[in-house]
């Protein structure tokens, strides 16, 4: 069964930088839109960013110029790049895409959620 599996995630000081990774665990045949939500605590899910297959990428207005999501389509991974955090983007960081396992099939994953708190 495929999965995302995410990394990168931690402790980070306001204005440092992390670079959040996400790639299915096994084979897949495609990988189409894939995006980077967040949830904080007491808050609702809400998208970070989202990258098509052929790359056009657009983003929540609180991390616009901030943070850049890319993918490597050979190494079948995305990537999210998190650059001045602040405090407020403490949250758990999910990847979630549309996976095609095999040919002629697509169904959305979700992976398990990586850590990520900016704080002093």
């Known amino acids: 069964q495929v999965q995302l599996v995410e990394s990168g995630g931690g402790l980070v000081q306001p204005g440092g930088s992390l670079r959040l990774s996400c790639a299915p665990s096994g084979s897949i045949f495609s990988m189409n839109t894939m995006n980077w939500y967040r949830q904080a605590p007491g808050k609702m899910r809400e998208l970070v960013a989202r990258i098509t297959s052929g790359g056009y990428t657009n983003y929540a207005d609180s991390v616009k110029g901030r943070f850049t999501i890319s993918r490597d389509n050979t190494k079948r991974t995305v990537y999210l790049q998190m650059n001045m955090l602040k405090p407020e983007d403490t949250a758990i960081y999910y990847c979630?895409?549309?996976?095609?396992?095999?040919?002629?099939?697509?169904?959305?994953?979700w992976g398990q959620g990586t850590q990520v708190t900016v704080s002093s």
């Open positions: 979630n895409g549309d996976l095609a396992p095999r040919a002629g099939v697509v169904f959305m994953y």
